[in-house]
């Protein structure tokens, strides 16, 4: 039985000594990489608590186009509108694992959204006080997003109207917009294809990112992510990484979905179906400090133009969308 313990305790102390080498492998990573090349990893620090500040804003343009008797089409601006988020969250590691998984705790500290055609209270106001928790690798690629998930449900039944005989009615709401901001986190470095291998300057990786808009619709934009430069400061080693967005057709099966049955929408966006994408260009910069491995801010922007059907269709009517949309991310002083 003793020689048992004793195998056990020093099989035990072998897998110690195999993972610590690994750690110092992984944090030397830099120095044994290729010249010119980074390595891009999300890290935390215990009680360390950071505070970031996301927007979202669009301004929407509805044209009705009308093509009456073979003549020429005709453009008639129908409507002007725009909204805005503001949520401040604050991400605390509950338990740090920077060779696995690390799980943290987000609270959304702060909500605040404005709407040109509207004051009524939008359902992203229910996030206020609210937590989930996360699991995250040093990739940056989150691994269980349950929490979240669940948490979008119960904010997307609070989008819908309780005194109504009428059936289900959505009222405009922005939780695609608080899904945009964080069901993405970290993409720029998660979505590298080989991160061990590191990063140069001047490379390029593909992925995806979501479509927030004033409608109900699931649509992705094409991104490509392009390490532009790695710069010097005061606060570390920086990677400015810029990206440009275009259109594209397929869209992730995993991607979280706020609202179920069927419904109508209340307002403008009650009238139209059918949205389809005719062209979406855009870009943006992110600023990630390589040497203390978080993000230091974002600012995305991007015009789409989109198809529309009527609910009722009239001959000859032709709705075109403009949406000129941003969001940005700013890490905010302790």
Do not use: H
Not at 70 to 99: G, H, L, Q
Not at 173 to 200: N, R, T, Y
Not at 300 to 315: D, F, I, V
């Amino acid at each position: 039985m003793k020689g048992i313990k004793l195998k056990v305790k020093l099989t035990i102390l072998a897998l110690v000594v195999l993972v610590a080498i690994a750690g110092c492998q992984l944090n030397s990573g830099a120095t044994k990489l290729r010249k010119g090349r980074e390595l891009l990893t999300v890290d935390f620090k215990e009680n360390q608590t950071l505070r970031y500040k996301f927007v979202s804003s669009r301004d929407i343009v509805i044209e009705l186009n009308a093509t009456e008797n073979n003549s020429r089409p005709s453009k008639r601006t129908f409507d002007k509108s725009s909204e805005s988020m503001e949520v401040v969250i604050a991400y605390k590691p509950i338990e740090i694992n920077p060779y696995g998984l690390s799980t943290i705790r987000a609270t959304c500290e702060s909500v605040r959204v404005r709407r040109s055609t509207s004051s009524r209270r939008d359902a992203v106001d229910n996030l206020t006080g609210k937590s989930y928790t996360f699991t995250v690798g040093p990739t940056g690629r989150i691994e269980d997003y349950s929490q979240l998930n669940e948490l979008l449900k119960k904010i997307g039944e609070k989008a819908f109207r309780t005194d109504t005989n009428t059936g289900r009615i959505k009222e405009p709401d922005m939780i695609c917009d608080f899904i945009a901001s964080q069901w993405f986190l970290w993409d720029s470095i998660s979505s590298i294809k080989e991160p061990s291998k590191g990063v140069a300057a001047g490379q390029s990786w593909k992925s995806k990112l979501s479509v927030p808009g004033p409608m109900v619709m699931r649509k992705a934009r094409s991104v490509t992510y392009s390490l532009d430069e790695i710069r010097e400061s005061e606060n570390g080693k920086l990677a400015v990484i810029s990206s440009s967005y275009d259109t594209t057709e397929s869209v992730p099966n995993s991607w979280p979905i706020p609202y179920s049955g069927r419904f109508q929408m209340s307002g403008p966006f009650g009238f139209y179906r059918n949205y389809q994408i005719l062209s979406l260009q855009g870009d943006s910069e992110e600023i990630f400090n390589i040497d203390v491995g978080r993000t230091e801010k974002y600012s995305q922007q991007y015009k789409m133009l989109m198809s529309a059907s009527l609910l009722m269709p009239l001959p000859g009517v032709n709705p075109k969308i403009t949406i000129e949309q941003k969001l940005t991310m700013e890490l905010l002083e302790k």
